[in-house]
């Protein structure tokens, strides 16, 4: 068409000449994004500023590892800004979509990292009771260090932090314990994870434990110190030592040792 502002040229020969826009996108424009190729030449035909696809896009830069939206920067977050440029790109139609992309991360802290308000497989990713859109999950994320797991809610005092992505989210406490915290004793992370959420100062398992002191040879119960004997002094911190339902089953352990002078050792105060 006639050159002016509205995305006109006259076509130099030889060219291909396509009977619509989707057409010369879908195959005279095969190595650009679809999505990407349709919306800006429309923009350009219709002489607006810009067109955006309202799809997402993965932000590759370095840490982000996350989705943006195609859409103007000047309505912020979560549009990409810069403005996307790279028509190479793959433009995916919804934010799970685009999540699933990055294989290594949990998908709903990808769709939580990238758009607060945003709804991921898991469901609603809400924040909790006055904290605004906060972009966080609600589940429950692997604390390697302590042996236990903590929700991914707003930063407090009670067992919340932001999951850092890439990580894996569960469900419930049992479930990152079972399976984010295998190398862990199950009853340890539990009880203490519950302990840190609901702010109490420590949760016990009551659970048995070997006490492998030197000449001790008995067993200590996991339960607050402050109440004295048989309770563990100081508080078992050792999360890999496996935490045994009943005393009986924990003398057991020490098979060198009669039960009964166990059990009865392990008792006295």
Same mark, same amino acid.
């Given at each position: 068409c006639v050159p002016g502002p509205f995305g006109c040229a006259p076509v130099p020969p030889p060219v291909a000449l396509y009977d619509t826009i989707e057409g010369c996108c879908r195959t005279g424009q095969s190595y650009a994004d679809f999505n990407f190729c349709t919306t800006r030449s429309i923009a350009q035909i219709n002489s607006t500023q810009h067109a955006f696809s309202d799809g997402w896009i993965v932000d590759w830069t370095s840490g982000n590892e996350k989705c943006v939206k195609d859409c103007d920067p000047a309505n912020g977050s979560p549009c990409s800004n810069?403005?996307?440029? #790279?028509?190479?790109?793959?433009?995916? !139609?919804?934010? =799970? +979509?685009? $999540?699933?992309?990055l294989t290594w991360i949990d998908t709903d802290v990808c769709v939580a990292h990238s758009d607060s308000s945003a709804t991921g497989q898991g469901g609603s990713v809400s924040p909790i009771s006055g904290g605004g859109s906060s972009g966080v999950t609600n589940?429950?994320?692997?604390?390697?260090?302590?042996?236990?797991?903590?929700?991914?809610?707003?930063?407090?005092?009670?067992?919340?932090?932001?999951?850092?992505?890439?990580?894996?989210?569960?469900?419930?406490?049992?479930?990152?314990?079972?399976?984010?915290?295998?190398?862990?004793?199950?009853?340890f992370c539990t009880t203490r994870s519950i302990a840190q959420i609901n702010s109490t100062q420590h949760?016990?398992? #009551?659970?048995?434990?070997?006490?492998? !002191?030197?000449? =001790? +040879?008995? $067993?200590?119960?996991?339960?607050?110190p402050a109440n004295g004997s048989p309770c563990s002094n100081p508080e078992i911190t050792d999360?890999?030592?496996?935490?045994?339902?009943?005393?009986?089953?924990?003398?057991?352990?020490?098979?060198?040792?009669?039960?009964?002078?166990?059990?009865?050792?392990?008792?006295?105060?």
């Open positions: 810069p403005e996307i440029t #790279d028509f190479h790109a793959k433009i995916y !139609t919804n934010l =799970n +979509e685009c $999540c699933r992309r589940k429950y994320f692997v604390d390697y260090g302590s042996g236990s797991c903590l929700k991914d809610c707003v930063p407090g005092p009670f067992g919340c932090d932001k999951a850092p992505p890439p990580v894996a989210l569960y469900d419930t406490i049992e479930g990152c314990c079972r399976t984010g915290q295998s190398y862990a004793d199950f009853n949760a016990f398992s #009551d659970g048995w434990i070997v006490d492998w !002191t030197s000449g =001790n +040879e008995k $067993c200590v119960k996991d339960c607050d999360f890999h030592a496996k935490i045994y339902t009943n005393l009986n089953e924990c003398c057991r352990r020490l098979t060198w040792i009669d039960t009964d002078v166990c059990v009865s050792h392990s008792k006295s105060i």
